[in-house]
T-cell receptor, first 113, second 110 residues
């Protein structure tokens, strides 16, 4: 089955700096890659996703890049703010409606004021 | 989120008791999921259902049971066979691609 590895497990940045979180996946059939943000005690919220026919996607300060050949994808947050502090999860899902999301282990991002 | 509700928000259980966690969605999604999250950990899949009256075990199904009698509802029962049930339980549903989570139920065994 699919295996998703996520790095780093913790990340601290100064407010205004950029943050990058990286994930690798094992199943070459995976074609959908969402990112979730989870604040303490809350539900994971979908913040951005990318499909395998696209190499990069941006939404304001957030961007995701995908390298299908290397089987890795990354989340980029620019101009970080204290409210960006949360746990971020990457995930991957192979094609086919019956396939499930496999989640990475999460990255605790702390934005220092 | 938005159209997925879970109840109760907090649940306390005595050892040896079965408890049922509710999950309802009004998004007309066919697929629904149950995940368990332990403190500082990721999301582990317990059970999932692709369609009414059908469900499959996930990675950690032992000690849990589910039913899917209606499209909108996917309740999870934590049985006494689950030896370490204290955790945060998240329900989710999926449309074509996007998967959304409910607000979660925090279960504590006393």
């Amino acid at each position: 089955g699919e295996n998703v590895e996520q790095h780093p497990s913790t990340l601290s940045v100064q407010e205004g700096d950029s943050a990058v979180i990286k994930c690798t996946y094992s199943d070459s059939a995976s074609n959908y890659f969402p990112w979730y943000k989870q604040e303490l005690g809350k539900r994971p919220q979908l913040i951005i996703d990318i499909r395998s026919n696209v190499g990069e996607k941006k939404d304001q300060r957030i961007a995701v890049t995908l390298n299908k050949t290397a089987k890795h994808f990354s989340l980029h947050i620019t101009e970080t703010q204290p409210e960006d502090s949360a746990v971020y999860f990457c995930a991957a899902r192979p094609s086919g409606s019956a396939r499930q999301l496999t989640f990475g282990s999460g990255t605790q991002l702390t934005v220092l004021p | 989120d938005g159209g997925i509700t879970q109840s109760p928000k907090y649940l306390f259980r005595k050892e040896g008791q079965n408890v049922t966690l509710s999950c309802e969605q009004n998004l007309n999604h066919d697929a629904m999921y149950w995940y368990r999250q332990d403190p500082g950990q990721g999301l582990r899949l317990i059970y999932y259902s692709q369609i009414v009256n059908d469900f499959q075990k996930g990675d950690i199904a032992e000690g849990y049971s589910v039913s899917r009698e209606k499209k909108e509802s996917f309740p999870l029962t934590v049985t006494s066979a689950q030896k370490n049930p204290t955790a945060f339980y998240l329900c989710a549903s999926r449309g074509y691609n996007e998967q959304f989570f409910g607000p979660g139920t925090r279960l504590t065994v006393l």
